[in-house]
Nanobody
Framework: QVQLVESGGGLVQAGGSLRLSCAAS????????MGWFRQAPGKERDFVAR????????YFADSAKGRFTISRDNAKNTVYLQMNSLKPEDTAVYYC?????????????????WGQGTQVTVSS
């Protein structure tokens, strides 16, 4: 089993940056691909970014391309989401999730474990 805890959210002005972290428990973290999702009030939970178990491959939603970077440190059991040039529409609760499969998937159903989320608010 994998337990995930996100941190790093907060309030930032438009154009600013935040780095989210997701710390995982368990010895099998390096076996999982990791994803970031976000959910705005009244909306569905949407895919943001994904990184393979080794960290070699990354995949982004169109809304994140060119602004967000995903990375991981398997020695620290942590995955990161660096968010730059933030916009008010990026405001949401951000969740990290773990997927033991190697195929790139962007649906919530594919991910086995979830964190509790961290709030990101971007003011205009």
């Amino acid at each position: 089993q994998v337990q995930l805890v996100e941190s790093g959210g907060g309030l930032v002005q438009a154009g600013g940056s935040l780095r989210l972290s997701c710390a995982a428990s368990g010895r099998t973290f390096s076996s999982y691909a990791m994803g970031w999702f976000r959910q705005a009030p009244g909306k569905e939970r949407d895919f943001v970014a994904r990184i393979s178990a080794t960290g070699r491959n990354t995949y982004f939603a169109d809304s994140a391309k060119g602004r967000f970077t995903i990375s991981r440190d398997n020695a620290k059991n942590t995955v990161y989401l660096q968010m730059n040039s933030l916009k008010p529409e990026d405001t949401a609760v951000y969740y990290c999730a773990a997927d033991r499969n190697n195929v790139v998937v962007t649906t919530t159903q594919a991910y086995e474990y979830w964190g509790q989320g961290t709030q990101v608010t971007v003011s205009s």
